[in-house]
T-cell receptor, first 120, second 113 residues
Framework: GAVVSQHPSWVICKSGTSVKIECRSL??????MFWYRQFPKQSLMLMAT?????????EQGVEKDKFLINHASLTLSTLTVTSAHPEDSSFYIC????????????????FGPGTRLTVT | QKEVEQDPGPLSVPEGAIVSLNCTYS??????FMWYRQYSRKGPELLMY????GNKEDGRFTAQVDKSSKYISLFIRDSQPSDSATYLC?????????????FGTGTRLTIIP
């Protein structure tokens, strides 16, 4: 397996403030990380694909100016929720793809534990 | 029609029973198939990863892929209360490093002691 961590695991902030969430691949390097959002009892919604050293690719309907993504190194991607509002309250999960061993190039996707954001 | 369909459940079975979880899909380009387990308020955990059609077994878990029917299954033998979680199927056409996964909605499973 592989380990992906997120920090913080839970954050409460006031409306209008910005919150930064970190995603780290602890035992492997990841050129690509993904950020998801998940509402209670719903599946994962992909927000954006984070590429090391380049701009993130956002999914349709996701505001790139509101959800700032930076992938500055092969083990760290950050998601900043700017000017957060109560409707941004959600569970944010990152994932990273690890290249598997063997002759055939393939990648397995591992998820972080998630960050619960509550905006009051 | 969603690309991936998964019965959301909830599904409740007694401890020790065999559990069958399924997904159907419409995109014939999908070749890589995964099952994830997600406990409440946690990130998904990769359980099984398969390529193309066939079976793959890992302990009490067996993943089956039938590409001709566009149908994948996860079987859990000798189910335990600790297996209670939401199970998500996921798939992609390629396995390149930047490939996005398409997820099912997840099936909530409860194993009754």
């Amino acid at each position: 397996g592989a380990v992906v961590s997120q920090h913080p695991s839970w954050v409460i902030c006031k409306s209008g403030t910005s919150v930064k969430i970190e995603c780290r691949s602890l035992d492997f390097q990841a050129t690509t990380m993904f950020w998801y959002r998940q509402f209670p009892k719903q599946s994962l919604m992909l927000m954006a694909t984070s590429n090391e050293g380049s701009k993130a690719t956002y999914e349709q309907g996701v505001e790139k100016d509101k959800f700032l993504i930076n992938h500055a190194s092969l083990t760290l991607s950050t998601l900043t929720v700017t000017s957060a509002h109560p409707e941004d309250s959600s569970f944010y999960i990152c994932s990273a793809r690890k290249r598997t061993s063997g002759s055939m190039r393939s990648y397995e996707q591992y998820f972080g534990p998630g960050t619960r954001l509550t905006v009051t | 029609q969603k690309e991936v369909e998964q019965d959301p459940g909830p599904l409740s079975v007694p401890e020790g029973a065999i559990v069958s979880l399924n997904c159907t899909y419409s995109n014939s380009a999908f070749q890589y198939f995964m099952w994830y387990r997600q406990y409440s308020r946690k990130g998904p955990e990769l359980l099984m990863y398969t390529y193309s059609s066939g079976n793959k077994e890992d302990g009490r878990f067996t993943a089956q892929v039938d590409k001709s029917s566009k149908y994948i299954s996860l079987f859990i033998r000798d189910s335990q209360p600790s297996d209670s979680a939401t199970y998500l199927c996921a798939m992609s056409p390629t396995n390149f490093g930047n490939e996005k996964l398409t997820f099912g909605t997840g099936t909530r499973l409860t194993i009754i002691p």
